[in-house]
Antibody
Framework: QVQLQESGPGLVKPSQTLSLTCTVS??????????WSWIRQPAGKGLEWIGR???????NYNPSLKGRATISRDTSKNEFSLNLSSVTAADTAIYYC??????????????WGQGILVTVSS | DIQMTQSPSSLSASVGDRVTITCRTS??????LNWYQQKPGKAPILLIY???TLQSGVPSRFSGSGSGTDFTLTISSLQPEDFATYYC?????????FGQGTKVEIK
């Protein structure tokens, strides 16, 4: 059973960089036909896809974030991370990490972390 | 980006009712459409993938249909545990996009 767990600061100051880590157990982030993704959800609102990293290390990002997002990984720890620079209050949200089974017919998000609330405030 | 339009944005229904939620995409996506259920304080869970395939463990009262740009999620007989918010999501192209959600409330 694959499990994902987000961790990181719950409070970030405006203009600083938000840094979160997703620790994966029950599966390797560097093998198989999977994407490892970040998704966020402002309170009371819908879901926004931030970006993803393939098992090869290739990344894709949502253009709406205007180059502020970077996804990286530490394969020795089986973790992948999100850095979001120059944050504003609009980046306050619950951040989820999730896996995509790219070999499946629907290429769906099959495993999700529990989510972590990040508030941007001085 | 592919725009997703879900309707209605909310609905009130009674236990036992048949509920239908629609999702329209701004361009054709074949059957690359997934449906998720989200309860307050929880991550979304997958209900339907590839437009019409029921995820393992999901009750058979949930069903999905559609192809191209128009899709439907149907709950044949609403149960108390089904009161939640439902999202469609396209997996045809990046950036991946979600519908704005449909909140199903108790009547």
């Amino acid at each position: 059973q694959v499990q994902l767990q987000e961790s990181g600061p719950g409070l970030v100051k405006p203009s600083q960089t938000l840094s979160l880590t997703c620790t994966v157990s029950g599966g390797s982030i560097s093998s198989g036909n999977y994407y490892w993704s970040w998704i966020r959800q402002p309170a009371g609102k819908g879901l926004e896809w931030i970006g993803r990293m393939y098992t090869s290390g290739t990344t894709n990002y949502n253009p709406s974030l205007k180059g502020r997002a970077t996804i990286s990984r530490d394969t020795s720890k089986n973790e992948f991370s999100l850095n979001l620079s120059s944050v504003t209050a609009a980046d306050t949200a619950i951040y989820y990490c999730a896996r995509v089974d790219y070999g499946a017919p629907g290429r769906y998000f099959d495993y999700w972390g529990q989510g972590i609330l990040v508030t941007v405030s001085s | 980006d592919i725009q997703m339009t879900q309707s209605p944005s909310s609905l009130s229904a009674s236990v036992g009712d048949r509920v239908t939620i629609t999702c329209r995409t701004s361009q054709t996506i074949s059957n690359y459409l997934n449906w998720y259920q989200q309860k307050p304080g929880k991550a979304p869970i997958l209900l339907i993938y590839a437009a019409s395939t029921l995820q393992s463990g999901v009750p058979s009262r949930f069903s999905g249909s559609g192809s191209g740009t128009d899709f439907t999620l149907t709950i044949s007989s609403l149960q108390p545990e089904d009161f939640a918010t439902y999202y469609c999501q396209q997996s045809y192209s990046t950036p991946r996009t979600f519908g704005q959600g449909t909140k199903v409330e108790i009547k």
